[in-house]
């Protein structure tokens, strides 16, 4: 199996999880990530994770693996940083890594990044989807829990210019915070910008707390603490070592954001929610659904 190598499959919930994604690899071109988001996961695992480094001999790596892969498999770049992590605008590795894998495979972008438009003229020459996550569209609010991310607006016109280029993408409007960033208003101005931009499909999440990036929101939003503690602690439940919200508040948000999303036309799916029977009929919870509606 690929599991020691730089293109890894797809693993972390499969086994009896709330995980619905498809057989797919994921590869990480960077150890850690700039953007330090308040809500980040990694911090969890990742010695060190908000200073991004790339992978040691990461080109060579990825061309032993890709020998090993079947033609046409899903690649997603990346689920433990972002591909655009700050450092990559120099370096100029996720560009290679792509020069590497676009011909023979499809690649799905998952980023928050507008330096993704950099490598338009590499994505649109094969089969690939990009999928963009914005969580507001309140730049103060942005500032304060993905402070070192481009803006929402900036992720907005990327969408819009590799949606001209007839490349589907995808808004991750994930997580949600409780009290942060799950108001009607705030859901309804990133899917209507995202559907301006040309976005076909919605993912969408609510956060999961653990103990490092609970922290990190307590800290940003002082107020918060009692009723992160209430909600997640007191009344939420332990799924694989993350307090979730209770079931029926994630329903609750899970359904908002899905009839937005259909007032705009979009389709909806949730991840690691285990709402699959709010998923739209023919949508993979990921996206990559558009790989085949868009022939690519
Ligand atoms: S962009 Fe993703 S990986 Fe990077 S800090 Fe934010 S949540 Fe973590």
Known sequence: MLNSNVI???????????????????????????????????????????????KKDFIRLVMRDIQKIPASSIIDVSTSSDPYTPPEEKLGLTRKLLGLIMKNF????????????????????????????ITTMDERVAQIIE??????????????MISKYG????????PILPFVNDSEKNIRNIIRDASKAGVKHIVSSTYKAK???????????????????????VKGSRIHG???????????LMRKVKEIASDYGLTFATCR????????????CDGSHLFKAFNR
Do not use: Q
Request: aromatic share 10%; charged share 25%.
């Open 147 to 160: 402070p070192y991310a481009p803006s929402p607006s900036k992720r907005i016109k990327a969408l819009s």
């Open 167 to 174: 490349i589907p993408t995808i808004l991750r409007l994930d």
């Open 106 to 133: 499809r690649v799905k972008i998952l980023t928050k990044s507008d330096l993704v438009v950099r490598d338009i003229d590499i994505l649109k020459r094969g089969s690939s989807i990009v999928s963009m996550t």
């Open 8 to 54: 890894r499959v797809f693993d972390p919930w499969r086994k009896g999880s709330l995980c619905t994604c498809p057989f797919k690899y994921t590869v990480n071109v960077y150890t850690g990530c700039g953007h330090r988001c308040i809500y980040c996961y990694i911090t969890s695992y990742i010695r060190d994770a908000f200073n991004p480094r790339p």
């Open 242 to 252: 993350a307090y979730y919200l209770s079931k029926k508040i994630r329903l609750d």
């Open 211 to 233: 103990p490092d990036s609970l922290a990190r929101i307590i800290r940003s939003f002082p107020d918060l603490g009692e009723k992160y503690r209430d909600l997640y602690i």
């Open 273 to 284: 929610e285990g709402l699959v029977s709010l998923h739209d009929k023919g949508t993979i």
